[in-house]
C-alpha cells in the first residue's frame, strides 16, 4: 500500500501538480511539499505528492554501487 | 523509468551480491533481517532477493502490510455500514476482498451493497460532493505514508464544507510494533530494514530510540532492487561492526525529520492511540484516531453500527507469519484451502501480504 510512483511535474495548477511517468498523467494534490517546479520529479501515492527527489542524492547513492563494479567485484 | 529504472541494474546488483557475499564469507553464524513493508515484502520476492544472498544472511517479513494487520472486527464493521442503504463505501482496492466473519465487502457488493474503490482520498471527497443524499464513508486503513492522504481528505471535506463525507479510521502507525516485535524473546531480529515511503513522512531519525533502546541496527531502504541490496549489506556491516545505529540508504527521498508538512496534517486531524494489530495484539501509540475537533467526519462517532461478533478463521497462521515467527508453507491452508482467489487470512488477500507473495513468486 505504501508503494508510490517517481512522476516528473508537469504542470501545476494552484494546489495541484499534473505528473507524467510513461505518458500516463496523474493529478497529485501538493499539500504536503514546498517550492515545486515544473521538471522536478516527485513521489506520488494516493493522489498526493508525498516527497521531492533529490537528484544529486539520487547521483551519489548510485555512485556508490558503480565504486563496488568498479573494485572489481562481481557475481561467481 | 527515471529514478527506478537505474536502482534495477544487473551487473551493479551483482557487484553489491558480491560486496555482500565477501562481508559474510568468515561468518558463521546467521544473521536475521526484517523488513515491516509490504512493499518490500514484494521487492524481496519479485526479485528472488532471498534466494540470491549467502545462507548466512535470513530475511524475514513482518507486519508490515496494513491490510494484514487490521483486525478482523473493522472489516465487519464496514460490511455492516455496507449494508445499510444510505451508505457508499469509497476504499483502497485491497481491502474490498479481506474476508470478515462471515462477509466481505466484495460478497455484499455482489448482493446490491455500494463499494467504490478509489485511487485517492480526494476522489472520495469529490464522490460525496456528487451524492449529497448519500453518507460515503471511507476506509482509512493504511501507515503514515496513506494516513496524510487521508488527514487531507479530511480537511478538504471541512473547507467543502461537506457533512457526508465519514472516515473508519484504523491507521496505524511505525515504529511501535517494531519495539514490540524486538522485546519478543521467542524472536530474534538481527537488524530492521526500515519501511522506505512511511519514513519519508516520520523520518529516518525516528527509529532513533528503537535503535538504542533495544541495541537493533536499522537502515532505511528504498524498494529498488539495488536499494534492498544495499540496505542489506549496511545491516550486515553493522553487525559485524557491532554497532546498532540508524542509516539511511534511501537519501534521495528520506530526510532525518521526515516531511514536516504531512507531519503536521497528521497532527491536525489524528492523535495518537493504542491500536489492535491482527495476530500481535494491542500495541501502545501504534494507532491514529481522529481529533474531536474532526469528529464529525470520524464514522465511529458519527455513525454507531451493529456489526457482528468478531471470528477468526481456525487453523489460520496469519498472526503467526505476521509477526516473522512461521512462513506462509508452515500453514496447512496455504495453497490449500487458501488461495488468492480464495482466501481465508489477511496475508493472502493482499496482494502485499507475505502469502500471496509466497504464492505468486515463491519457489
Redesign the interface.
Known amino acids: 500500500m505504501c508503494l508510490a510512483v517517481p512522476m516528473k511535474v508537469v504542470e501545476i495548477d494552484e494546489g495541484t501538480a499534473i505528473c507524467e511517468i510513461d505518458g500516463v498523467r496523474r493529478e497529485g494534490s501538493l499539500m504536503m511539499i514546498d517550492d515545486v517546479a515544473v521538471g522536478d520529479y516527485v513521489l506520488l501515492h494516493a493522489g498526493f505528492a508525498i516527497e521531492k527527489i533529490d537528484p544529486v542524492e539520487a547521483e551519489k547513492t548510485l555512485e556508490v554501487f558503480r565504486d563496488a563494479l568498479d573494485a572489481g567485484l562481481s557475481a561467481e | ?4 529504472g ?2 534495477r ?1 544487473p ?2 546488483a ?6 555482500i ?2 562481508q559474510v564469507a568468515d561468518y558463521s553464524g546467521v544473521i536475521t533481517l526484517m523488513e515491516v ?3 518490500h515484502t514484494m521487492s524481496v520476492y519479485q526479485h528472488g532477493i532471498r534466494n540470491l544472498l549467502p545462507q548466512q544472511i535470513r530475511l524475514i517479513s513482518g507486519p508490515g ?3 494484514c494487520v487490521t483486525p478482523i472486527g473493522y472489516v465487519d464493521r464496514a460490511v455492516a455500514h455496507a449494508r445499510c442503504e444510505d451508505v457508499i463505501i469509497a476504499t ?1 482496492g ?1 481491502m474490498v476482498r479481506v474476508p470478515g466473519s462471515s462477509s466481505s465487502l466484495l460478497r455484499e457488493q455482489a448482493t446490491g451493497a455500494q463499494i467504490k474503490i478509489v ?5 472520495a471527497v469529490a464522490l460525496a460532493e456528487k451524492n449529497l443524499e448519500k453518507k460515503i464513508i471511507f476506509l482509512g ?3 503514515e ?2 494516513a ?2 487521508i488527514a ?1 481528505s479530511i ?1 478538504a471535506a471541512k473547507q467543502k464544507d461537506l457533512s457526508n463525507y465519514f472516515v473508519l479510521c484504523a491507521h496505524k502507525t511505525m515504529p511501535a510494533p517494531m519495539a514490540a516485535l524486538t522485546s519478543d524473546p521467542e524472536l530474534q531480529v538481527d537488524g530492521y530494514i526500515c ?4 519514513s ?2 516520520i523520518g529516518a531519525d525516528a527509529y532513533k530510540s528503537l535503535a538504542e533502546q533495544f541495541k537493533v541496527p536499522c537502515v532505511v531502504t528504498g ?1 529498488e532492487p ?2 534492498m541490496l ?1 540496505g542489506v549489506q549496511m545491516l550486515v556491516q553493522q553487525v559485524l561492526d557491532g554497532r546498532a545505529e540508524v542509516e539511511n ?1 534511501y ?4 530526510k532525518p525529520q521526515g ?1 514536516g ?2 507531519q503536521a ?1 497528521l497532527a491536525e486531524v489524528f492523535e495518537t492511540c493504542d491500536s489492535g494489530w491482527r495476530g500481535i495484539g494491542v500495541i501502545p501509540n501504534s494507532g491514529l484516531r481522529i481529533r474531536d475537533e474532526y469528529r464529525a467526519f470520524d464514522a465511529k462517532v458519527q455513525l454507531p453500527v451493529e456489526a457482528e461478533e468478531p471470528k477468526e478463521h481456525k487453523g489460520c497462521l496469519c498472526g503467526e507469519i505476521l509477526k516473522g515467527k512461521l512462513v506462509p508453507k508452515d500453514c496447512p491452508l496455504f495453497r490449500m484451502a487458501c488461495t488468492p482467489e480464495n482466501p481465508v487470512g489477511a496475508c493472502m488477500v ?1 496482494s ?1 501480504g507475505t502469502c500471496a507473495a509466497e504464492y505468486k513468486y515463491g519457489c
Open positions: 523509468m527515471k529514478y527506478a537505474e536502482f541494474d551487473a551493479l551483482k557487484a553489491m551480491l558480491a560486496t557475499k565477501k513493508c509490504g512493499t502490510c496494513p491490510v483502497f485491497d485511487y485517492s482520498p480526494l476522489d486503513v493504511g501507515f505514508t496513506t496524510p492522504t487531507g480537511v519501511p522506505a515511503h512511511v519519508a513522512v524498494f539495488l536499494d544495499k540508504e537519501q534521495r527521498i528520506v516531511n508538512k504531512a496534517l493482499s502485499e
